[in-house]
Antibody, heavy 121, light 107 residues
Framework: EVRLLESGGGLVQPGGSLRLSCAAS????????MSWVRQAPGKGLEWVST????????YYADSVRGRFTISRDNSKNTLFLQMNSLRAEDTAVYYC??????????????WGQGTLVTVSS | DIQMTQSPSSLSASVGDRVTITCRAS??????LAWFQQKPGKAPESLIY???TLQSGVPSKFSGSGSGTDFTLTISSLQPEDFATYYC?????????FGPGTKVDIK
């Protein structure tokens, strides 16, 4: 069974930093790209970042580029999101996701339960 | 960036109704389109990927179709557990983009 478990959320002041983690199990972690997606209170889903399975390439939304860094430790089946220079508009539930594959063989995609990040003074 | 739109933004339907939600991409995304269901206070759940492939464990009352720029999600017979918000997402290119969502509630 595929499981994704986020941790590391909490209350942080504007300008502060936070590191989110996502522990993965039930699949060969290093064989899959992984993503972070967020949802501000009462709003829709916003893609944040994706990293390839090897960790060689990473992609970011314009809203977080230069402030957030995605990384992974394939030996520990863990995905990370380092968030710096946090702003009030970064307040959201952050979801870890195994996104749809672009290349065959296609595989199911999965989401974690999310971790809440609140940026406020 | 590819813009995703959904219609309608909300709909009211009755148990047993057939419901269709439309998603449109601002440019050709081939079949790189996924659908997600989200209930209040819960994480999204995957329904469909590659425009028409049902996620494992998802009931066959859900179906997806389309290619290029126009896509649909159909629920053949709406049940109480299907009242939720539905999102589409393109994964043809970065940045990945979601539609704004379609809220399905009880008439």
């Amino acid at each position: 069974e595929v499981r994704l478990l986020e941790s590391g959320g909490g209350l942080v002041q504007p300008g502060g930093s936070l590191r989110l983690s996502c522990a993965a199990s039930g699949f060969t972690f290093g064989s899959y790209a992984m993503s972070w997606v967020r949802q501000a209170p009462g709003k829709g889903l916003e893609w944040v970042s994706t990293i390839t399975g090897s960790g060689d390439s990473a992609y970011y939304a314009d809203s977080v580029r230069g402030r957030f860094t995605i990384s992974r430790d394939n030996s520990k089946n863990t995905l990370f999101l380092q968030m710096n220079s946090l702003r009030a508009e970064d307040t959201a539930v952050y979801y870890c996701a195994r996104p749809p594959k672009v290349t065959p063989p296609l595989r199911d995609n999965y989401w974690g339960q999310g971790t809440l990040v609140t940026v406020s003074s | 960036d590819i813009q995703m739109t959904q219609s309608p933004s909300s709909l009211s339907a009755s148990v047993g109704d057939r419901v269709t939600i439309t998603c449109r991409a601002s440019q050709d995304i081939s079949n790189y389109l996924a659908w997600f269901q989200q209930k209040p206070g819960k994480a999204p759940e995957s329904l469909i990927y590659a425009a028409s492939t049902l996620q494992s464990g998802v009931p066959s009352k859900f179906s997806g179709s389309g290619s290029g720029t126009d896509f649909t999600l159909t629920i053949s017979s709406l049940q109480p557990e299907d009242f939720a918000t539905y999102y589409c997402q393109q994964y043809n290119s970065y940045p990945r983009t979601f539609g704004p969502g379609t809220k399905v509630d009880i008439k």
